[in-house]
């Protein structure tokens, strides 16, 4: 069974999706759909920008999407996915590629999160850190004991967990974490505490977005970050995207899940080859490629 997974919020490159504006007609199309959509040419930075402007959370976001779904869309017939999966804001570009979004609602929707998610980042000064080399139990149970705001957020693959919080809960956590043994506790370049509670602001701003936008049954299932369960339920697809920006991302018990339901493998659609690297720490004999143009 074919597995299509697509990146989340990291993976931008400068030069992103360049390919695909100039092999492509269809692809051309949408891009400057998307720009007219967003109010601004996100392509000029995509391919021609700075890192530091592709950095920029309301650029980042809509970006990694562009580039992932416009891939899907422009792969035609040989795009036949049997399950789908995204990375956080992937989870947007899987919805979209399998047929469960349109791209307009689909683009709204990330700019709209993109942009509440900055403002939760202004409110209150946060962060995230990678911790590398320590079980999952002991990284939740510190985290639970800690006093200020700090919980897990990203599951990415065994023996790596991204916590997410406050300025001074990162920094409890961190020194505990490496304490009980961590291998290293890295603090993240990021904007904010994303799948945090310090994100209940936006959450609250896309929940009104995300119950306004039509979701249709997608044509395969697609499992989703907040539990790591495969979904084609319309209500239920929506119920778990709201819970998304506030919960964990389960990425390791997602790319379990799918392996145990037949996934035999995995194509990631977007830049960069970041998934792929934790599908094999998952299970190193599965296939894994990037998702190209037809030539």
């Known amino acids: 069974m074919k597995a299509y997974i697509f990146p989340g919020q990291g993976a931008q490159f400068v030069g992103m999706g360049k390919d695909l ?13 998307a720009n007219e959509i967003l109010g601004f040419r996100i ?116 023996g790596q967990l991204v916590i997410s919080g406050s300025i001074a809960g990162i920094d409890y956590a ?19 505490a994303f799948h945090s509670p310090l994100m209940e602001t936006a959450k609250l701003e896309l929940e009104h977005a995300i119950v306004n936008t039509e979701i249709k049954e997608p044509v395969c299932p697609i499992y ?14 929506k119920h778990n995207l709201i819970a998304q920006l506030t919960g964990p991302v389960r990425w390791t018990q997602t790319m379990l899940h799918m392996l145990e339901d037949g996934a035999t493998s995995f194509t990631e659609v977007g830049p960069g080859n970041v998934l792929q690297g934790l599908v094999k720490k998952a299970d190193r004999a599965v296939i894994t490629s990037s998702a190209a143009l037809p030539q």
Do not use: W
């Open 21 to 33: 504006y100039e092999q492509s007609e269809e692809a051309r199309e949408l891009f400057e759909k």
């Open 43 to 158: 392509t000029d930075i995509m391919f021609n920008g700075t890192d530091e402007d592709l950095k920029q959370t309301n650029v980042t976001q809509p970006a990694i999407f562009l580039h992932s779904v416009i891939l899907a869309k422009v792969l035609g017939n040989d795009f036949k996915p049997d399950m789908a999966a995204g990375h956080s804001l992937g989870e947007f570009s899987a919805l979209v590629s399998a047929g469960a979004l349109s791209f307009e609602d689909g683009l709204r929707l990330v700019a709209a999160r993109a942009n509440a998610m900055q403002k939760a980042c202004e409110i209150q000064p946060s962060t995230m850190a990678a911790i590398l080399g320590l079980d999952d139990f002991t990284v939740e149970d510190i985290c639970h004991r800690a006093t200020e705001v700090v919980v897990p957020a990203n599951y990415n693959c065994p």
């Open 174 to 192: 961190c020194e505990k974490l490496l304490a009980a043994g961590a291998k290293r506790a890295l603090k993240l370049n990021v904007g904010g």
């Open 224 to 237: 989703q970050n907040i539990d790591a369960k495969p979904y084609t339920d319309p209500a239920k697809i």
